[in-house]
C-alpha cells in the first residue's frame, strides 16, 4: 500500500543522546515535511524539502537537522536531545510544494526525552 | 504572521445530530487554502476537507460542509449526521497558495454519544 512509513513507532531516549526518525515514502512525492504535535499548540513545522537536495527551515527549526539525499527519504535528526523534544512527530509528504495537492501524512513518531 | 485559532478545546454531539466546529485565522494575504484535517484514536492525519479561498462556494464532502466567511476571517465545520466514528480531534488549517507551510491550529476534540 502506498504511504508515508515512520521508525520508529515509538523511543524513549535519555537526555544529550542523538536520535534519527525515519521517513520513507513510496508515492514519489517531491515535497516532504516534519511536524511536531503538542498539545495546546497543533502541529508545528520543523523543516520541510520542495525537492531532492534541497531542505528549508520552518517555525520550530532550533535542535533539528534534516537531509533529503533522494526523493523517498527525509530523516530527521536531534543531535543532542532535551526534554522540550518531547512530542509526537510527523513525517508529511505532497506531489508539489504547492497546496494545490494536500498534504499525505505518516502515523507518527511518539519520542520521550527523559 | 498566519494565525490559527480554535476556540473550542472539546465538543459533545449526540449521535446523528448535527455539530459546528469553529475555525478562525488571520492573514494579509488574498490567495490561500484553508484545510480540516481528522485525527482519531489511531493518531492518523486524515484531510476531511479544504476550501481555496478565490472561490465563493462553500466546500462539501458527504456529512462534512465548512462555512467560509472570507471577510471575517472564519472557517467553520459542520458535520451533520454524526456518527460515533467521527469521534476524533480536529485540526482547522491555513496554507499559501505559493507557500508550502501548513499552520495549524490547536484543536477540537469532538466526542459523539450514543
Known amino acids: 500500500i502506498a504511504g508515508i512509513t515512520q521508525a520508529p513507532t515509538s523511543q524513549i531516549l535519555a537526555a544529550g543522546r542523538r536520535m534519527t526518525l525515519r521517513c520513507t515514502q513510496d508515492?514519489?512525492?517531491?515535497?516532504m515535511y516534519w511536524y511536531r504535535q503538542d498539545l495546546g499548540l497543533g502541529l508545528r513545522l520543523i523543516h520541510y524539502?520542495?525537492?531532492?537536495?534541497?531542505?528549508g527551515k520552518g517555525e520550530v527549526p532550533d535542535g533539528y537537522s534534516v537531509s533529503r539525499a533522494n526523493t523517498d527519504d527525509f530523516p530527521l535528526t536531534l543531535a543532542s536531545a532535551v526534554p522540550s523534544q518531547t512530542s509526537v512527530y510527523f513525517c508529511a509528504s505532497s506531489s508539489t510544494g504547492r497546496l494545490g495537492s494536500p498534504l499525505h501524512f505518516g502515523n507518527g513518531t511518539r519520542l520521550t526525552v527523559t | 504572521a498566519q494565525t490559527v485559532t480554535q476556540s473550542q478545546p472539546e465538543m459533545s454531539v449526540q449521535e446523528a445530530e448535527t455539530v459546528t466546529l469553529s475555525c478562525t485565522y488571520d492573514t494579509s494575504e488574498s490567495d490561500y487554502y484553508l484545510f480540516w484535517y481528522k485525527q482519531p484514536p489511531s493518531r492518523q492525519m486524515i484531510l476531511v476537507i479544504r476550501q481555496e479561498a478565490y472561490k465563493q462556494q462553500n466546500a462539501t464532502e458527504n456529512r462534512f460542509s465548512v462555512n467560509f466567511q472570507k471577510a471575517a476571517k472564519s472557517f467553520s465545520l459542520k458535520i451533520s449526521d454524526s456518527q460515533l466514528g467521527d469521534a476524533a480531534m480536529y485540526f482547522c488549517?491555513?496554507?499559501?497558495?505559493?507557500?508550502?507551510?501548513?499552520?495549524f491550529g490547536a484543536g477540537t476534540i469532538l466526542r459523539v454519544k450514543s
Open positions: 508515492m514519489r512525492h517531491n515535497a
Open positions: 488549517a491555513y496554507g499559501m497558495e505559493y507557500g508550502n507551510k501548513l499552520v
Open positions: 524539502s520542495n525537492t531532492a537536495g534541497t531542505t
